[in-house]
């Protein structure tokens, strides 16, 4: 099988995860910051050391760094947790649901008023005037997708992070296809939290994601239970990270993000570069044929292509390909606004190629003839 | 080192769901229920056999278990995300944080009251007739721990069930402490919500739980985002139970669930006998030395015993019995109210051990021993 489906989950997982894990099941099992012996501190020192390799990663203290499930519970978190949560928030028709259908929820029963924002230029940049467009008065927090799970576009956060900062607004950031692909530094860009998920570039387990918080944004919980902290309270104690973890942490997949992490940002310039040479090969190939709308803007090299096959629905392209041993995402994506952007909410969606560490040249090659001989019998 | 903290996290896996974890590293790491391919509809198939795993054992439909982050995120769903939230609720002064907790935010912001009994009998079994004083003309919902994780208190399920049903209230049942030591049928038992943590008497990994719905109760999601289902709407989707299931599922915790339960339920009878004789060992020979204050009641043989030494304080002992090579848990174990209770809530909680299937007979005359020489340097 040639994989082609790493921003839904990285298949070929490094050996240093791997390894990570197996040891885990020997050793880590105990609860991480519950008892006192030696079990339970080894695994609790095994987590920090995971707290700190994020915080150093994306530069934040290894106490804002909030394990979770996944990064749609951070996105949850990091929206429906913010201690501001009154007035209205901005945020781009990129997002995926864990951002769209919580905001949907919040505005539904909360004081929350929400604005997308569809960027004019064809490069799907979101730019500061579009921004300031859709500002009010009220507005209190702007989330964006860093990279596009379906067309890969990248905003440039520093000039997003450094417009919320001077508008007094917090900026919260998606990084869900992002991390592991190329460096992300809270402070330099302004980023007030970060999503994260654990087992796409950052090579983890599923079942694990965090929200990396910067050192002054108030956060409250939205899942209430045991912290071991405080426990003689029945209020949710208000200390971060603990009381925004309740409940025995999933260990053995924070591990593995740990070591997932440390080799996606060993040499990530090199790896990030060699990605969009690849990148850029698929997609000016995927040009070339007359017979594919590819949208994936130009000059956009994030690892993410996504195209259609003319008089082909994306998951008939998606199934020939699945025959001929090739795995590829059709359809929504999970993120509806990027379709209605796009044209092809009602027809589909469209056939999704993600590319991976693992991923070479010899493999595009074999998935473009793949295509053409799709193409060829249409 | 002898492990007494199984009711925190059970230490030693068994092999089957070590090598099932090992397996899944290499053949489950794509996305269940999202893409169309291969490698994800394996991980959606493996998903779906743990459901009707958990289903058979608890006596509901595979499409009824719901997959969360552990037992905390299970029973905040079934609090939280309950179709019928609104009115007063039924408790008991057993329940751990995740109840306790969620139930004092829902009071503070929706609503919602509730009512905490405590047992008049000194065996901690709760009646009908106290549940009767409890009830209101507005009580929609029972909760209850069904084993104590601090005393090992096991509450009358069949009783209490039998009660809710005819009183037309909600019975939820939080296992966390019960799952894996004794067969449980929903069905039989009139139980509607069944929680359960995976890393527990389930011997899966830290970082899964589930919720089992009976086929009649509705629930609404707590958690926004992506389903794989109509993921054109903003709207989080109502079906059950992916609309519950935001985010990627934790696929290695899954799977090594479904082996744990497994292996948990082969001769559960035979186990459970064994589990309370060796309870019993231990209680019994407790209870015979004069500067022990035994908080378990008699006759309470669900492999759960809580002690304190005399003029010492419980996290002295712990931290004595760990440097002798014994993990026990002291504190309050996330239990506040039980502590209240005991008397035990303002003088540093109680010594906790908790047994498992791998502890023996031989460990617990070692573990007396220890016992025994820090009692003669009182």
């Known amino acids: 099988?040639?994989?082609?489906?790493?921003?839904?989950?990285?298949?070929?997982?490094?050996?240093?995860?791997?390894?990570?894990?197996?040891?885990?099941?020997?050793?880590?099992?105990?609860?991480?910051?519950?008892?006192?012996?030696?079990?339970?501190?080894?695994?609790?020192?095994?987590?920090?050391?995971?707290?700190?390799?994020?915080?150093?990663?994306?530069?934040?203290?290894?106490?804002?760094?909030?394990?979770?499930?996944?990064?749609?519970?951070?996105?949850?978190?990091a929206l429906r947790g913010s201690a501001k949560k009154k007035g209205h928030i901005i945020t781009t028709c990129f997002e995926h649901n864990s951002v769209l259908r919580t905001l949907e929820y919040m505005r539904a029963r909360e004081d929350i008023d929400y604005t997308v924002v569809t960027p004019c230029s064809e490069n799907g940049i979101i730019t500061t005037a579009e921004l300031d467009k859709a500002k009010k008065s009220n507005t209190y927090m702007l989330v964006i997708?860093?990279?596009?799970?379906?067309?890969?576009?990248?905003?440039?956060?520093f000039a997003l992070g450094k417009w919320a900062k001077e508008n007094g607004i917090l900026f919260v950031v998606d990084g869900a296809q992002s991390a592991g692909h190329e460096s992300i530094d809270m402070k330099a860009n302004n980023i007030n939290m970060l999503a994260l998920a654990g087992h796409k570039g950052l090579y983890g387990l599923q079942g694990v994601g965090a929200l990396l918080i910067d050192d002054t944004t108030a956060l409250k919980a939205i899942k209430f239970g045991g912290t071991g902290t405080y426990s003689e309270s029945l209020i949710q104690p208000k200390d971060i990270p603990e009381g925004l973890e309740s409940g025995t942490l999933p260990t053995p997949a924070i591990i593995s993000l740990g070591a997932g992490c440390k080799y996606a940002y060993k040499n990530i310039d090199k790896h990030s570069f060699r990605e969009q040479i690849l990148t850029k090969f698929l997609l000016d190939e995927l040009n070339k044929r007359d017979k594919i709308i590819v949208y994936t803007p130009d000059n956009t090299y994030s690892g993410v292509v996504a195209f259609n096959i003319k008089d082909k629905t994306a998951s008939e392209v998606a199934d020939e390909l699945n025959e001929k041993g090739f795995a590829v995402r059709s359809g929504l994506q999970c993120a509806p606004l990027v379709h209605k952007y796009l044209g092809t909410l009602d027809t589909g969606g469209v056939v999704r190629a993600s590319l991976g560490r693992k991923n070479t040249k010899t493999q595009i090659i074999k998935f473009l003839n793949a295509i053409d001989e799709i193409i060829s019998n249409v």
């Open 1 to 77: 099988m040639v994989y082609l489906d790493n921003s839904a989950s990285t298949y070929y997982k490094p050996l240093s995860v791997k390894w990570a894990v197996i040891k885990s099941l020997f050793t880590l099992t105990a609860n991480p910051g519950r008892s006192g012996h030696k079990a339970s501190l080894r695994c609790g020192e095994a987590v920090f050391d995971v707290r700190q390799t994020l915080a150093s990663t994306f530069n934040t203290s290894a106490d804002r760094v909030v394990f979770t499930s996944g990064c749609t519970e951070a996105l949850n978190l």
């Open 145 to 157: 997708n860093h990279i596009s799970n379906v067309i890969g576009v990248k905003q440039n956060i």
